[in-house]
C-alpha cells in the first residue's frame, strides 16, 4: 500500500513550497532557516504596518472634547448589615 502525502495547500491548488515541487520533501538546512528567518521578518513588517497605521488613525481622528461636570457626583455609602 502507498500512502501519498499532501499538505492542504496543495490539495487546494497552491504552488509548491518546495524547490523540487514535491510538497512531502521538507527543506532543511540553512534553506529552511532562512526560509524562517523571512517568514519572521515579513510578519514582524506585517505587525509593525498595522500598529502604525491604527495609531496614524487614532491621530487623524483627534482627542475627544470632553468636558468634566462642574458639579461632584453625588453618592450614598450602603448600610452595614
Known amino acids: 500500500m502507498q500512502r501519498v502525502l499532501i499538505s492542504a495547500a496543495r490539495c ?19 534553506a529552511a532557516l532562512r526560509e524562517a528567518a523571512l517568514r519572521a521578518l515579513t510578519a514582524a513588517a506585517v505587525g509593525l504596518a498595522a500598529a502604525f497605521a491604527l495609531v ?23 448600610k452595614h448589615p
Not at 12 to 30: E, H, I, K, N, Q
Not at 57 to 78: E, F, M, R, Y
Request: zero cysteines; hydrophobic letters at 30%; proline letters at 19%.
Open 12 to 30: 487546494y491548488g497552491a504552488p509548491a513550497l518546495t524547490p523540487s515541487g514535491d510538497p512531502g520533501v521538507p527543506r532543511t538546512g540553512t
Open 56 to 78: 496614524l488613525t487614532l491621530t487623524a481622528a483627534g482627542a475627544p472634547s470632553g468636558t468634566t461636570s462642574p458639579k461632584p457626583l453625588l453618592t450614598t455609602v450602603p
